[in-house]
Nanobody, 124 residues
Framework: QVQLVESGGGLVQAGGSLRLSCSASLRTFSSYAMGWFRQAPGKERELVAT????????YYPDSVKGRFTISRDNAKNTVYLQMNSLKPEDTAVYYC?????????????????WGQGTQVTVSS
């Protein structure tokens, strides 16, 4: 059974930092593109970062570019999201996502597996 387990969420003040982790029980983790999405109350789930299977390629939307960094450790089956200079509008549930044999993740339809989500709350 495939599991993606996120951790590291919490409450932080604006301007602060958090580091999310996603541990994956994927037998061939290194063959998966990985990503992070977020969903705020009343809003659609949106992509915030994606990383290719070997980590050589990353993507960020303009809303988080320069503040968020995605990375992966294939030896530990783990993907990370370092979030700096957090803003109240970053408040959301953050989801880890995996795409088998994918170079990248562009939309929700690309995702084969989802984590259960971790809450990030940024206070002003």
């Amino acid at each position: 059974q495939v599991q993606l387990v996120e951790s590291g969420g919490g409450l932080v003040q604006a301007g602060g930092s958090l580091r999310l982790s996603c541990s994956a029980s994927l037998r061939t983790f290194s063959s998966y593109a990985m990503g992070w999405f977020r969903q705020a109350p009343g809003k659609e789930r949106e992509l915030v970062a994606t990383i290719s299977w070997r980590g050589g390629s990353t993507y960020y939307p303009d809303s988080v570019k320069g503040r968020f960094t995605i990375s992966r450790d294939n030896a530990k089956n783990t993907v990370y999201l370092q979030m700096n200079s957090l803003k109240p509008e970053d408040t959301a549930v953050y989801y880890c996502a995996a795409r088998r044999l994918g170079v990248t993740i562009a939309t929700m339809r690309d995702v084969d597996y989802w984590g259960q989500g971790t809450q990030v709350t940024v206070s002003s």
